[in-house]
T-cell receptor, first 111, second 118 residues
Framework: TQLLEQSPQFLSIQEGENLTVYCNSSSVFSSLQWYRQEPGEGPVLLVTVVTGGEVKKLKRLTFQFGDARKDSSLHITAAQPGDTGLYLCAGASSGTYKYIFGTGTRLKVLA | DVKVTQSSRYLVKRTGEKVFLECVQDMDHENMFWYRQDPGLGLRLIYFSYDVKMKEKGDIPEGYSVSREKKERFSLILESASTNQTSMYLC?????????????????FGPGTRLTVL
């Protein structure tokens, strides 16, 4: 069974701090996605990475796919209260419909 | 603006009741999914449908069934609700990536239905 473990599970930081969230698996994925979910809403896609070693930036968020395509990280620079939410990674294999979701990291940024 | 809507945001049912959760998407997507979300467990796939009247079991189908009579509508049915089915239920849809070897497309999620079974 494919599993995606995220760490940390919870994170509470002050506005302006930097943070990194990790998503790890023993399985290889052809693509990996990061979603953010706010209270009372469904997850919303932030980014998709498909190439080993790929780095993508979305304003203050930097996403990296591991060289072996088994892990990924999300780095937030100068966190803001608007970054508060549940961050989920999801891995998929090519030719399949199925996404494997990680266990989630709940981030709270205090003003 | 793309939309996935779910029939209820909150639902309270009693043990043994039959429960219907409805999901509608307006994006003409082939794929539709039902997940349940529990703290510390992430999202777990219950059922998936890639076409009208087609369905496949996900990771945790026991105690659930689904129906897809129209492309835009995907229903989740709890035949006899139990307390361990208390959870957040999320519906999602996506384009079909086919068998071309491409990775699956982005999923669009509804706002979720929080179901409590007493």
């Amino acid at each position: 069974t494919q599993l995606l473990e995220q760490s940390p599970q919870f994170l509470s930081i002050q506005e302006g701090e930097n943070l990194t969230v990790y998503c790890n698996s023993s399985s290889v994925f052809s693509s990996l996605q990061w979603y953010r979910q706010e209270p009372g809403e469904g997850p919303v896609l932030l980014v998709t990475v498909v190439t080993g070693g790929e780095v993508k930036k979305l304003k203050r968020l930097t996403f990296q796919f591991g060289d072996a395509r088994k892990d990924s990280s999300l780095h937030i620079t100068a966190a803001q209260p608007g970054d508060t939410g549940l961050y989920l990674c999801a891995g998929a294999s090519s030719g399949t419909y199925k996404y494997i979701f990680g266990t989630g990291t709940r981030l709270k940024v205090l003003a | 603006d793309v939309k996935v809507t779910q029939s209820s945001r909150y639902l309270v049912k009693r043990t043994g009741e039959k429960v219907f959760l409805e999901c509608v998407q307006d994006m003409d997507h082939e794929n539709m999914f039902w997940y349940r979300q529990d703290p510390g467990l992430g999202l777990r796939l219950i059922y998936f449908s890639y076409d009208v009247k087609m369905k496949e079991k996900g990771d945790i189908p026991e105690g659930y069934s689904v129906s897809r009579e129209k492309k835009e509508r995907f229903s989740l049915i709890l035949e006899s609700a139990s307390t361990n089915q208390t959870s957040m239920y999320l519906c999602a849809s996506s384009l079909w990536s086919g068998s071309s070897g491409r990775s699956p497309h982005e999923q669009f999620f509804g706002p979720g239905t929080r179901l409590t079974v007493l």
